[in-house]
């Protein structure tokens, strides 16, 4: 079966520091991946998806960049944090040409 | 464009009664609908899924919602609360463009007293 996994589940991170957030699957091959972000009392909001290796498109410009240098890995980063960028950061897959998502366990980060 | 409009933000029931989550949907093609659930601190779990087939879609946990193409509605049914449901809950839109991407509604908090 299929598992995806996020770590890490919470990070604590001053103003000003880089960000690292990953997220693998396990039990599939070629699958979309992507990140959302949750704030406070709101919905998600799509940040990136990718459909292979090396593909990413951007849904909303910001201080975020993504990358997959495997199939089945998805990461996240920043090169220098805003209090803005705080959330409930999650990653989720599906088999290409399927539209149901599966979502990992997320990531709680706090920028201080 | 697709959007999704969750009409209430929080729905307090009492254990045993019904539950009606609202959701109502605005898309240029023929839409897929979802039902997630999460609980605190946790990812999101799918709950039931409507995509053309029977307009009355059955999900997990007695979960149930039926597609209304002439109200443009998706409203999630309980026929009896349990305070295992307490939990945010998420109705999405999902286009039929390549991309597959899904379009969240803000969510609807649900509290079950007991």
């Known amino acids: 079966s299929q598992t995806i996994h996020q770590w890490p589940a919470t990070l604590v991170q001053p103003v000003g520091s880089p960000l690292s957030l990953e997220c693998t699957v396990e039990?599939?091959?070629?699958?979309?991946l992507y990140w959302y972000r949750q704030a406070a009392g709101r919905g998600l909001q799509l940040l990136f998806y990718?459909?292979?290796?090396?593909?990413i498109s951007s849904e909303v410009p910001q201080n975020l960049s993504a990358s997959r240098p495997q199939d089945r890995q998805f990461i996240l980063s920043s090169k220098k944090l805003l209090l803005s960028d705080s959330g409930f950061y999650l990653c989720?897959?599906?088999?290409?040409?399927?539209?149901?998502?599966?979502f990992g366990a997320g990531t709680r980060l706090s920028v201080l | 464009a697709q959007s999704v409009t969750q009409l209430d933000s929080h729905v307090s029931v009492s254990e045993g009664t019904p539950v009606l989550l609202r959701c109502n949907y605005s898309?240029?093609?023929?839409?897929?609908l979802f039902w997630y659930v999460q609980h605190p601190n946790k990812g999101l779990q799918l709950l039931l899924k409507?995509?053309?087939?029977?307009?009355l879609v059955k999900g997990i946990n007695g979960f149930e919602a039926e597609f209304k193409k002439s109200e443009t509605s998706f409203h999630l049914t309980k026929p009896s609360a349990h305070m295992s449901d307490a939990a945010e809950y998420f109705c999405?839109?999902?286009?039929?463009?390549?991309?597959?991407?899904?379009?969240f509604g803000s969510g609807t908090r649900l509290q079950v007293q007991p």
């Open positions: 409507y995509t053309s087939a029977a307009t």
């Open positions: 039990g599939t091959s070629n699958p979309n």
């Open positions: 989720a897959w599906s088999v290409q040409g399927w539209n149901i998502q599966y």
């Open positions: 898309s240029s093609y023929s839409p897929s």
């Open positions: 999405v839109v999902s286009s039929d463009t390549g991309r597959r991407a899904l379009t």
């Open positions: 990718s459909v292979g290796i090396g593909q």
